[in-house]
């Protein structure tokens, strides 16, 4: 860490942190660590929901069902894991954004909130949530309550905000809510069905 200060690679914003000396030095970092795409190659998603689709999209065509169902591996509760998703979707957003922003995790101290936030892009001001199976959705609206909610400080700066709620086909979305986005994956995994209100429903076949 001392050597990259040394050389000009990082610089200290304060006491406790560090940062990238230069705007450049942060692009080519996550251009070669996470394969960034040029925004030539990829158009910038216009919106919110416009990224998740093509995140989803991407992961369909970039692997077949039975890779990335192996990839997401199952929890001790016989389910795939939340974490594992958080990564796939972090490696694929990236790339989806291209160079020009930045798709930031586990975020909250910038923004002076002590809980953090699952994503957030840079530039955009997006702030994006996991959910499973539907699970503690009543809890997870009530941390975007601009007076009460964990995330009222990130709210005050973001543009959009969703909830994706990553379940099962068998487990039907009951009715659709506000900022919430519905991805099911099919019984044989070969597909996902986006879902979200006032939207129509897309769904995603994967190429294997």
Same mark, same amino acid.
Request: net charge negative; with cysteine; glycine share 6%.
């Given at each position: ?5 040394k050389?000009?690679?990082?610089a %200290?914003k304060?006491a406790?942190n @560090? #940062?990238?000396a230069?705007p450049?030095?942060?692009?080519s970092?996550f251009?070669?660590?996470y394969e960034?795409?040029s925004g030539?190659?990829i158009?910038?998603?216009? &919106?919110l929901?416009?990224?998740i689709?093509?995140? %989803? ?5 970039? @692997? *077949?069902?039975?890779?990335? $169902?192996d990839m @997401?591996?199952?929890? =001790?509760?016989? $389910?795939f ?10 490696r694929i ?6 160079s020009?922003?930045f798709?930031l995790?586990d975020v909250?101290s910038?923004?002076?909130?002590d809980s953090? #936030?699952?994503?957030?892009?840079d530039?955009?001001?997006w702030?994006?949530?996991? @959910?499973r199976d539907?699970? &503690? ?5 009530? $941390?975007?309550?601009t007076?009460k ?9 973001a543009? *959009?905000?969703?909830?994706i709620d990553i $379940? *099962?086909e ?8 506000e900022d919430f986005i519905?991805? =099911?994956?099919s019984?044989?995994f070969d597909?996902?069905?986006i879902e979200?209100?006032?939207k129509?429903?897309v769904?995603?076949r994967?190429h294997?």
């Amino acid at each position: 860490m001392v050597y990259l200060v040394k050389f000009g690679f990082l610089a %200290f914003k304060d006491a406790n942190n @560090l #940062i990238f000396a230069a705007p450049l030095l942060k692009q080519s970092f996550f251009q070669q660590n996470y394969e960034v795409l040029s925004g030539y190659d990829i158009p910038t998603p216009t &919106d919110l929901y416009h990224f998740i689709v093509k995140i %989803f999209t991407a992961m369909c065509n970039e @692997l *077949s069902g039975k890779t990335l $169902r192996d990839m @997401l591996g199952f929890g =001790s509760d016989g $389910r795939f894991q939340e974490q594992t998703w958080q990564k796939e979707i972090y490696r694929i957003g990236t790339q989806v954004l291209g160079s020009e922003y930045f798709l930031l995790c586990d975020v909250g101290s910038v923004f002076g909130c002590d809980s953090k #936030i699952d994503f957030y892009v840079d530039n955009k001001d997006w702030a994006i949530e996991l @959910l499973r199976d539907g699970e &503690d959705m009543a809890e997870h609206t009530v $941390r975007f309550d601009t007076l009460k909610g964990e995330y009222k400080e990130i709210v005050k700066y973001a543009k *959009s905000i969703a909830v994706i709620d990553i $379940r *099962s086909e068998v487990k039907k979305v009951q009715k659709l809510r506000e900022d919430f986005i519905y991805v =099911s994956w099919s019984e044989d995994f070969d597909a996902f069905k986006i879902e979200s209100l006032g939207k129509e429903t897309v769904t995603i076949r994967f190429h294997n």
